[in-house]
């Protein structure tokens, strides 16, 4: 799995194409309105994968209920306990 700090749309629809084989794809997509997902219509849409987009609400974060629990969760059991100096720390803080 690639990481990135400053993921874009050409990143995005690579890591997509990676992550689901063409027959293995998932009917929906969920995503928020961030640029980085600016340009995956074209790969996952139409002839490319058959993934239909569904974008959730500006400022709506409860339309995305799955992920704000796990951010929360995140929080209260991880970061809520411990000062975070930089990234290898908070990579270490979250393994």
Known sequence: MAVTARPTSAW???QLREAFPNNEAPRFLLHDHDSAFAAVH????????GIRQ???????PW???YVE???GSVRRECLDHVIVLNEAGLRRILA
């Open 54 to 60: 569904l974008r959730t609400a500006p400022r709506s």
């Open 12 to 14: 995005t629809a690579q």
């Open 42 to 49: 074209l790969t996952i849409g139409g002839i490319g994968m």
């Open 63 to 65: 339309q995305n209920g």
């Open 69 to 71: 629990r796990v951010i």
